[in-house]
């Protein structure tokens, strides 16, 4: 160990050392998101120049890596452990504005995902608490919505306890004059009776504000707001920011 600082501590091989070296450098590259990086420190160790120089630049580069920052449109295997991140894709959360559809103000929000279990879902509430602003953005979509040609919450995997189909104010099948499934749906009936483009892009704009906020802010679908929440949203238009 001639070019560490400290001593091997007793029964320590120096080649224990050497891999214990490498197996830091690989978690350091992998919580910068250079996996592949992190393949050049892992498995057996490469032996000659080129693989000496290759380490070398994988070095220096790891050295100047910035802490990267997660975007609410990252997937979810790229923020959370493999087995969390595999059981969320298997119920359609694939990323972390998904995600971010369940955390923000619901009780047992894990309940309705296989697999997950409490454990799991305090990770998952640990790195949203870390990283707060991921519930900031979607929140701001309710501030800066604009109308477009694709709905946002299109985009987005909504579970099914906030989408509207089992809605407290829904009315029974049998009575109901629409055909429509969930809140989404609803409003696009309801949005078809307006012929003026112009009147469709205000209308949808509005909607889509109301559907986010209920999700985001209420925890609710669109069809399960009280009077209370009515009353909520008139303070939320008063004042947005």
């Known amino acids: 160990m001639r070019y560490h600082s400290d001593a091997p501590a007793r029964g320590q091989s120096s080649r224990g050392v050497i891999g214990a070296i490498r ?10 998101h250079r996996d592949d990086l992190a393949e050049l ?8 120049p080129a693989a000496a120089r290759a380490m070398a630049a994988a070095i220096e580069q790891l050295r100047n890596a910035t802490v990267p920052v997660p975007l609410i449109g990252d997937g979810v295997g790229l923020w959370l452990e493999p087995r969390v991140a595999v059981v969320l894709r298997n119920a359609g959360i694939k990323t972390l504005a998904d995600l971010t559809l369940r955390v923000p103000r619901r009780r047992r929000w894990w309940a309705g ?27 701001a979509l309710l501030v800066t919505l604009v109308p477009s040609d694709v709905l946002p919450w299109e985009k987005l995997v909504v579970p099914q306890e906030v989408d509207g189909s089992k809605g407290q104010h829904r009315a029974p099948r049998a009575s109901c004059v629409l055909r429509a499934n969930n809140d989404y749906e609803a409003v696009q009936a309801w949005l078809s009776l307006h012929e003026a483009p112009a009147t469709q892009r205000a209308y949808r704009k509005e909607a889509e504000r109301l559907i986010l906020w209920a999700i ?24 947005p920011s």
Not at 23 to 32: P, Y
Not at 41 to 48: L, M, N
Not at 225 to 238: S, W
Request: no cysteine.
């Open 41 to 48: 420190f892992v498995g057996p160790a490469r032996k000659g």
């Open 113 to 139: 995902i296989n697999g997950l279990g409490v454990a799991g879902a305090r990770r998952i509430e640990a790195f949203f608490a870390a990283h707060a602003d991921l519930t900031d953005r979607a929140r």
């Open 23 to 32: 197996r830091d450098i690989a978690a350091f590259a992998r919580s910068r």
């Open 216 to 239: 985001v802010e209420r925890g609710v679908a669109l069809s399960s707001l009280a009077t209370e929440d009515a009353v909520a949203y008139r303070a939320f238009l008063r004042q």
